[in-house]
């Protein structure tokens, strides 16, 4: 489906890198609505929470910035809450009756939202606005993450896939010319790059038992052939033989070959872990292509060697609109403003992801951004031909986490793969059942 969308464009990548499109501090025409009768009146403000930081944060207040210039009507009042702590306090936001009005959100966090009472629908925002949301702006790809009745309930401004992030200096120095294309391949380069005498792997696998392992398994897992849950999402799936197959490899990377080193690693410690020079391989979204930038060495990226079959997971940022939020018509008038392609290239461009709209994915902007960014053709590639969805469940959290402990359970030899994802898999079956 997503290859069928994308074929007419330029084979291009993307990644996190920040905003580098400078944004403009004169006053802009009036983009924000006027003329739509909810709007009029002096400046309203709309609370907008964004969990992005750093430099991706640096790119969310400067758009914000140059929206607040470019009219008079809204004022977008920009507040960072970290990625770990956001869903806990939207809920806690939402039960006191005061949530943003509007707030980003992945994918897992859609699943447990949509067709609640916690969030509007776009499709409800977009009616008495002369500016219309529709599911047809965003790649069908998505059309499973933003869709549920029928109905749209998020705006995707980027997508988030998988790929390999290989030290180009260490592959030279063990006289590998390419990056691993298979199972089999990922096993002998691992082997060639990791020498012990030098505290050097082939390898970095993430380990803690956080959502974050979950889900870079997961891309294993569809590799081989498996799923998450089963079709209606009823049950767990992930212990199939494709499941036990795709655990195995990383037991073997790990104890067997003795090609990944057994220490706690997450998303946030695994790029630093790499930028010390002595690992050969990772596995990481696009939004880490800038930070290596700044590593002593030459990195290149590839696609995820393949199992029975690529795959690799989705994430990316999706825009929603709380139910209860104060300025839910302003909010929506921002969010149109963001869905510009003249707009959403800067977020994509300064954070270095893969548009979410086919308009933005052809800006001139764009395309001269990944012409200077070839790390970033093979996030383009899987986006079209490799993707597999995250399982639309509401406790997909709760899901990724148990998941997570089964395979640093598997990991640590504490189990076995089977005996690790039939632990994890009851535990699943259970919560998905419970009311």
Known sequence: MAKRFLKSSVIIGLTSVLLLSACSNGAKKDESGAGDAALEGPAKKVEFWYALSGSNGDVVKKLVDEYNKSQKKIHVDAIYIPQNERMEKLSVAIAAGNPPDM???????????QGSHVIKSIDDLAKNNSKKITKSDFFPVLESVIVKDDTLWAAPISI?????YYNENLFKAAGVSKA?????????TAQKLTDPSKGQYGILLPTKEV?????????FLGQAGGRVLTEDNKKAAFNSEAGVKALQLWVDLVQKYKVAPLTQLDGANITQTFGAGKTGMFMGYPQWIETTKDFPFTTKTSRLPKGVNYGTSLGGWYLVVPEKGKNTDGAYEFLTWLMQPTNSVKWNV???NLPAQQKTLETKEY???????????PFNIAVKEDIQPFPATDKYGKLTVSVAKAISSALYQKQTPKEALDAAAAEVDKM???K
């Open 211 to 219: 959502q974050y392992t979950a889900e870079i398994w997961f891309s």
């Open 180 to 188: 691993p294309e298979t199972w089999d391949q990922l096993i002998e």
């Open 350 to 352: 300064g954070m270095g």
């Open 432 to 434: 998905i059942n419970e």
């Open 160 to 164: 988030g896939v998988t790929s390999m």
């Open 367 to 377: 395309q001269d951004y990944t012409k200077q960014a070839p790390l970033l053709e």
């Open 103 to 113: 707030f980003t959100a992945g994918p897992p966090d859609l699943a447990s939202l």
